[in-house]
């Protein structure tokens, strides 16, 4: 791992983004979010996110997607606002696999 600038974060995203889509990185991010607790939890516990209307908040929603465990989600702000396409996704995702608001 290496330390980079805000700047340069913002560059790596963009060119993420562009080469693979901002769908495709939120599901990876959160697959690579839930394998994390998996492996700390080892299947005994529940995963509560508290997600936002922004992308960060698409991260908790794709992670409590790809979760196998007990999941809920506690929205903080406008539950009708869905942000990006790829937060829509994620919620989306998250609501068909069973994840409750």
Same mark, same amino acid.
């Given at each position: 791992?290496?330390?980079? +600038? !805000? /700047?340069?974060m913002r560059a790596i995203? !963009?060119?993420?983004? !562009? &080469?693979?889509? =901002?769908?495709? @990185?939120? &599901?990876?991010?959160? =697959?690579?979010i839930a394998a994390l607790?998996?492996? #700390?939890?080892?299947?005994?516990? *529940? @995963?509560?996110?508290? !997600? %936002?209307?922004?992308?960060?908040?698409?991260?908790? #929603? *794709? *992670? @409590? /997607?790809? #979760?196998?465990? +007990?999941?809920?989600?506690?929205? #903080?702000?406008? $539950?009708?606002?869905?942000?990006? $396409? *790829? &937060?829509?996704? /994620? &919620?989306?995702?998250?609501?068909?696999? %069973?994840?409750? =608001?």
């Open positions: 791992m290496r330390v980079v +600038t !805000a /700047a340069q995203d !963009a060119a993420a983004v !562009a &080469r693979d889509g =901002e769908v495709a @990185l939120m &599901r990876a991010a959160g =697959e690579a607790i998996d492996d #700390y939890a080892r299947g005994e516990g *529940a @995963l509560v996110a508290v !997600a %936002g209307n922004g992308n960060n908040g698409g991260d908790a #929603y *794709a *992670a @409590l /997607a790809a #979760y196998a465990g +007990t999941r809920e989600c506690i929205v #903080y702000g406008d $539950p009708g606002v869905h942000g990006s $396409p *790829a &937060r829509a996704d /994620a &919620r989306e995702r998250a609501l068909v696999a %069973g994840v409750e =608001e």
